[in-house]
């Protein structure tokens, strides 16, 4: 099995790695464009999980702050030669130990329909049923109770 590391990244040298694996997984596969892909929440305040193969970059995610007792987690993103292999989880391990570290006590989620079942495997609710679009994909709002 591989040997992965877990990078807490705060620092752009270390958001470098998850804007990486961003533009590989997202940008080039489901032809979102940069703009659509990096927004306003790409920035100084947000924190990213960035999980690494031999120091290269293969799964990210990130997080910032929603209210002062929330905390909105997305952009999770594992390169397709790495799914399969519980990264998606460990990403989501290793945020919410940081979001609870911070002081958060709840995650929001915006998931892909086709993720929902990922989330609830790993502890997540959804809020309602409703439909919302998100660029190009449908998403379920959902939440966790840290």
């Not at 489901?30 to 990213?48: A, M, N, P, Q, V």
């Not at 293969?58 to 929330?70: I, L, M, N, P, Q």
């Not at 998100?134 to 709002?141: A, H, P, R, Y």
Request: hydrophobic letters at 35%; aromatic letters at 10%.
């Amino acid at each position: 099995m591989e040997n992965f590391e877990v990078m807490r990244a705060g620092e752009e040298w270390q958001r470098a790695g998850a804007y990486s694996v961003r533009i590989q997984g997202m940008n080039r596969q489901h032809h979102i464009s940069l703009r659509e892909e990096f927004d306003e929440h790409d920035c100084d305040g947000t924190l990213y999980i960035v999980i690494l193969d031999s120091g290269y970059p293969v799964a990210t995610c990130r997080f910032y702050e929603k209210d002062s007792e929330s905390a909105v987690l997305g952009r999770v993103v594992v390169l397709p030669e790495y799914r399969g292999k519980k990264l998606g989880s460990l990403l989501l391990t290793e945020a919410e130990k940081w979001i609870r570290e911070l002081g958060y006590v709840r995650i929001a989620v915006d998931s892909r329909t086709t993720a929902v079942g990922f989330y609830e495997k790993n502890g997540y609710k959804k809020i309602n049923d409703e439909i919302i679009r998100s660029g190009v994909f449908d998403c379920i709002k959902m939440e966790k109770t840290l």
